[in-house]
């Protein structure tokens, strides 16, 4: 199992930042790839941003230049650092990790950060 626990919503300005941070913890060692998903009322859940274990990274378009993720493995944390922050922007945010078992992928959640952007 792994547990994953996220930290750093809020309530930001149109065109703030905020950084979020996850902390995993478990069985790690087989942790393929992490990242942010988020969702909005009435939407489903997309994805933000994720990283790989060797560092490959990959964006949501609506995202791309604005944030970025960043893995600490020493510290089984990885982060979203989220720039240039606009009201679209508004969703729960969860922290998102993958491990191989058997044949297949199994996605593990946190509880969700809630990032609001209003002025």
């Known amino acids: 199992q792994v547990q994953l626990v996220e930290s750093g919503g809020g309530l930001v300005q149109p065109g703030g930042s905020l950084k979020l941070s996850c902390l995993a913890s478990g069985s790690i060692s087989s942790i393929t790839v992490m990242g942010w998903y988020r969702q909005a009322p009435g939407e489903k859940r997309e994805l933000v941003a994720s990283?790989?274990?060797?560092?490959?990274?990959n964006y949501a378009d609506s995202v791309k230049g604005r944030f970025i993720v960043s893995r600490d493995s020493a510290k089984n944390m990885v982060n979203l650092q989220m720039n240039s922050l606009k009201p679209e922007d508004t969703a729960a945010y969860y922290c998102?990790?993958?491990?191989?078992?058997?044949?297949?992928?199994?996605?593990?959640w946190g509880q969700g950060t809630q990032v609001t952007v209003s002025s």
């Open positions: 990283i790989t274990s060797g560092g490959s990274t």
């Open positions: 998102n990790a993958k491990r191989p078992l058997l044949n297949m992928q199994v996605n593990y």
